[in-house]
């Protein structure tokens, strides 16, 4: 099985952590081991938080300043339309920034938001 690794960093990560949870992912630690934190998305993808000056140290090189700039998209799968609507809305609620109303293209239909750190992350239920 291939296993996905979603690597991010962030501000505050307990707050992340926090965020994250309030979303549905899941964690067999209690606590941050030092300055990351493994979240489970689903059976085959897992959310890595990282202290920006931890994943800095990992990369090399400096973070994203994501006010200005996008590193990535990330698209996750929902079972449907109204699951998309509900998660981007808790993902609101936890304090992240909706990007409006969702959109449909032919069988997709997508809603984004942006998490507390700036990342943009989107929500896609494929009908068939």
Request: hydrophobic share 40%.
């Amino acid at each position: 099985m291939t296993m996905t690794f979603i690597n991010l960093p962030v501000r505050d990560l307990n707050t992340a952590i926090e965020f994250y949870r309030a979303l549905g992912f899941t964690s067999d630690q209690a606590d941050p081991d030092g300055d990351s934190m493994v979240l489970t998305v689903s059976d085959s993808t897992r959310l890595v938080l990282h202290l920006r000056s931890g994943f800095e140290r990992f990369t090399g090189v400096a973070t994203t300043d994501t006010a200005t700039s996008r590193e990535v998209i990330v698209g996750l799968s929902a079972q449907s339309r109204r699951q998309v609507d509900e998660l981007v809305d808790q993902a609101a609620v936890a304090g992240g920034e909706s990007l409006g109303p969702g959109t449909a293209n032919g069988p997709m239909y997508m809603r984004g938001f942006r998490d507390l750190d700036g990342h943009q992350w989107s929500f896609i239920h494929l009908a068939g």
